[in-house]
């Protein structure tokens, strides 16, 4: 019955007047026909905000009595996170008493059901204080634009760094250029310097080292010559000794080789030296040439052979030369020149050792070498000069030239270097503040990082609550967070 009442309510809204009491809506229809029964409705629309504990106009109504039929809403079941709540409506209709309404039974209101509502509907829960969760569309923009913030200030800060250290690299590479180029041009100067005073030490000592070549030809010639007329007498009275030693001996056929030293050692012993040395004939011919031959026998038998026989040949030959030189006249001759022997043989030793203390004589006055002396010492002279005039010209150049010709490269590069580290300045300070924006980005996104109980929010997750609240699906960011969960 209540509902043919609102589709005829719906058909006579032009004549309806509509009363406002904070948020109820009554709206009071009157039927536009004079015959029939004037006919009254109100209707009653409650939002979902909580009701005013006074109502005044609605009392009113209530007092009056007129009859009232009452649509109530279904209760509202409680919101799912993904959805906000509807809102209640409830419409109240009052009919007026007439024949037509005396037709039908009429619904009486229940003030107390009412009235239990209106509790209900005030005492319910204020919303939760959600703070950055409970914001809407334009907090989560604020969100995004802080997102694309940070990556922004980090990008910039990273690749101002980036710059800086290229920029610091470069100045170090050309500092380290410049200071080879100097080192390289100072050293090649240093190198022509002492190559230029180089030549005249060499030159010098050249000087020298022909001079005293010069004096030590000369003085050998010298020293020869003293020698052959010290020793001249010596070397002639040999000459005589020899000569008669040749002729007695080729009148007595006595074989040439008796003549010599070593045979009067062998056959005519006389002094100690000559039995030292037929001690070491005797050791060498009948004890070492036997060993080293029977070294290769394999027995002993034919080692004690063998070593007897070697004995025995050199024995033969020794007595078959004594017998053979020492047979008749040839003996006396033998035994007479002895003495001839050994007298050559002492003039010898005297000549040697004459020979021997002239060369080591320090006194080279009586060689007339001054000449050679004072082309020496002329060029040791020339030389001395050279080596201080080198080492003054280096100390010059160490202490003046090198330096100026260091300021005069280094003043050159001058402006590249300045430029170099004021961009590196600007670039410093450009990254300080920089450095302040990246800092201030991360301040604030770690307090959306707390808020949102996670570390670093991505874009496309902020983008996609956006987009869920865009449309309708949610009114708070927790709303959307939840819908997105759901998925």
Same mark, same amino acid.
């Not at 005030?122 to 989560?140: K, N």
């Given at each position: ?26 709206? *009071? !229809?009157?039927? $536009? &026909?004079? %015959?029939?029964? +004037?006919?009254? =409705?109100? #209707?009653?629309?409650? /939002?979902?905000? @909580? ?10 109504? *209530? !007092?009056?009595? $007129? &009859?009232? %039929?009452?649509? +109530?809403?279904? =209760?509202? #079941?409680?919101?799912? /996170?993904?959805? @906000? ?11 007026? !008493?007439?024949?037509?309404?005396? %037709? ?384």
């Amino acid at each position: 019955m209540g509902n043919e009442n609102n589709k005829m309510d719906n058909e006579n809204m032009a004549g309806s007047e509509v009363v406002k009491d904070n948020d109820i809506e009554l709206v *009071l !229809e009157n039927s $536009p &026909e004079p %015959e029939s029964k +004037p006919e009254s =409705k109100i #209707e009653l629309v409650l /939002d979902s905000d @909580p009701i005013p504990d006074e109502m005044p106009h609605l009392d009113q109504f *209530l !007092e009056k009595g $007129p &009859e009232l %039929e009452l649509e +109530p809403a279904p =209760k509202p #079941e409680e919101p799912a /996170d993904e959805e @906000p709540a509807a809102e209640p409506e409830v419409d109240t209709v009052f009919e007026p !008493e007439g024949e037509e309404a005396a %037709e039908e039974p009429k619904e009486e209101v229940d003030k107390e059901g009412l009235e239990e509502l209106l509790e209900e509907l005030e005492e319910e829960p204020e919303p939760e204080d959600l703070g950055i969760l409970g914001g809407g569309v334009e907090q989560l923009e604020q969100i995004q634009k802080a997102i694309f913030n940070l990556a922004q200030t980090e990008q910039e800060y990273k690749e101002t760094e980036r710059s800086l250290k290229a920029k610091k690299k470069e100045l170090d590479v050309q500092k380290k250029r410049v200071e080879e180029k100097i080192a390289s041009t100072i050293k090649k100067a240093r190198t022509d310097l002492e190559k230029e005073f180089d030549e005249g030490i060499n030159t010098a000592e050249k000087a020298i080292k022909e001079a005293e070549t010069q004096k030590k030809n000369a003085k050998a010639l010298a020293v020869n010559e003293r020698m052959k007329r010290e020793n001249s007498s010596l070397v002639d009275e040999n000459k005589v000794l020899d000569a008669e030693i040749k002729s007695k001996f080729k009148e007595a056929k006595v074989p040439g080789i008796c003549q010599s030293s070593l045979y009067y050692s062998l056959f005519y012993p006389k002094k100690q030296t000559d039995y030292l040395i037929c001690a070491v004939g005797i050791l060498i011919f009948a004890g070492v040439i036997p060993f080293i031959v029977t070294r290769f026998l394999s027995t002993d038998f034919l080692k004690v052979l063998v070593w007897i026989l070697i004995a025995v040949f050199f024995a033969a030959i020794y007595f078959l030369i004594s017998a053979w030189t020492k047979k008749g006249e040839k003996n006396e001759v033998l035994k007479n020149m002895r003495t001839h022997v050994d007298q050559i043989a002492d003039n010898k030793k005297f000549i040697k050792n004459r020979n021997k203390n002239i060369k080591a004589d320090p006194d080279e006055s009586q060689y007339n070498l001054y000449e050679y002396d004072q082309q020496i010492e002329e060029a040791r002279t020339d030389l001395d000069n050279a080596k201080a005039e080198k080492e003054q010209a280096m100390l010059k150049f160490e202490n003046e030239d090198s330096v100026s010709m260091r300021n005069e490269m280094e003043a050159e590069k001058a402006p590249i270097f300045q430029q170099l580290e004021k961009e590196i300045e600007q670039m410093s300070e450009d990254l300080d503040t920089r450095s302040d924006s990246y800092q201030e980005a991360l301040r604030v996104m770690d307090e959306y990082n707390d808020a949102f109980g996670e570390k670093g929010l991505k874009a496309d997750k902020v983008e996609e609550w956006l987009t869920i609240m865009k449309e309708g699906r949610a009114s708070t960011i927790r709303e959307a967070m939840n819908v997105q969960k759901n998925k």
